[in-house]
């Protein structure tokens, strides 16, 4: 099992321009939640996926769009890339029972999109 | 204010020397999580509490609910334990979300 993986690991981007992370979660997991984390910060939840519908969101604006696919991996699209959108992306997932149930969730290793 | 609170920002000890984390939070839980982030970014679960204490190798957690208060203590502190420590929270009635401390930096020098 390889856990919860994310592509790509690194990313450059310059404003304006859109972005696409994507996240392929633990096996016989079912909800992909992302997350930012800027340098030196702790991360800051951005929403969560389960039964290819979103189920929370974070204080992120419209911009942060998501999208689960049927296998249960997920995108992370932003638009109109800011300078401030720098930051390493999380993935992490959670066992099979939806949201609500209690597991614990796994992370992937990060997408580190670099925004000029 | 953060709703999860985490000392020292910073920590830089001597090997062998016994580290102790804090975390406090403000708001009721479900659990509590102690992660270990390493430079690059990967994040791997050390303990997931809700009540006492846990062990495991060199590592202990401990947990204080009614003053909502958690401690990571590393014993004989090793360089390879240099790393990012996070103190996360469950809350209730948010769909399990983790919400995070900001993280402790500690760098044991041989």
Known sequence: DAGVTQSPTHLIKTRGQQVTLRCSPKSGHDTVSWYQQALGQGPQFIFQYYEEEERQRGNFPDRFSGHQFPNYSSELNVNALLLGDSALYLCASRGRGGPLSYNEQFFGPGTRLTVL | ?110
């Open chain 2, 1 to 110: 204010k953060n709703e999860v609170e985490q000392s020292p920002q910073n920590l830089t000890a001597q090997e062998g020397e016994f580290i102790t984390i804090n975390c406090s939070y403000s708001v009721g839980i479900s659990a509590l999580h102690w992660l270990q982030q390493h430079p690059g970014g990967g994040i791997v679960s050390l303990f997931m509490l809700s009540s006492g204490k846990k062990k495991h190798g060199r590592l202990i957690a401990t947990i204080n609910i009614q003053e909502k208060h958690s401690s990571l203590h590393i014993t004989a502190s090793h360089p390879r334990d240099s790393a990012v420590y996070i103190c996360a929270v469950v809350r209730f009635n948010t769909g399990n979300q983790f919400y995070f401390g900001t993280g402790t930096s500690l760098t044991v020098i041989p």
